[in-house]
Nanobody
């Protein structure tokens, strides 16, 4: 089992940048595929990005490609989401997620953090 805690959210102007962090508990962090999801007010939660166990593979939602970068540091049990060129449409609660299966982490991971708010003002 893994526990996840996000940090780094906040208020930023359009065009700005933020870096989200996800701290994971446990000794087997490298055996989990990791992902980021987000949920805007009145909308369903949606996939943002995912990264495989050793960072060999990453996937992104079309809406964030070229602007967001997912990364992880298995030595520190940490995952990150660098968000650049932020838009008001990126405003949402961002969730860190984990699953032992990379395929499943893209859609319905087993483990979730509590979320961190990102607000982009125009």
């Amino acid at each position: 089992q893994v526990q996840l805690v996000e940090s780094g959210g906040g208020l930023v102007q359009a065009g700005g940048s933020l870096r989200l962090s996800c701290a994971a508990s446990g000794r087997t962090f490298s055996s989990y595929a990791m992902g980021w999801f987000r949920q805007a007010p009145g909308k369903e939660r949606e996939f943002v990005a995912a990264i495989s166990y050793s960072s060999g593979r990453t996937d992104y939602a079309d809406s964030v490609k070229g602007r967001f970068t997912i990364s992880r540091d298995n030595r520190k049990n940490m995952m990150y989401l660098q968000m650049n060129s932020l838009k008001p449409g990126d405003t949402a609660v961002y969730y860190c997620a984990a699953d032992r299966s990379y395929t499943i982490v893209l859609h319905s991971p087993d483990y979730w953090g509590q979320g961190t708010q990102v607000t982009v003002s125009s």
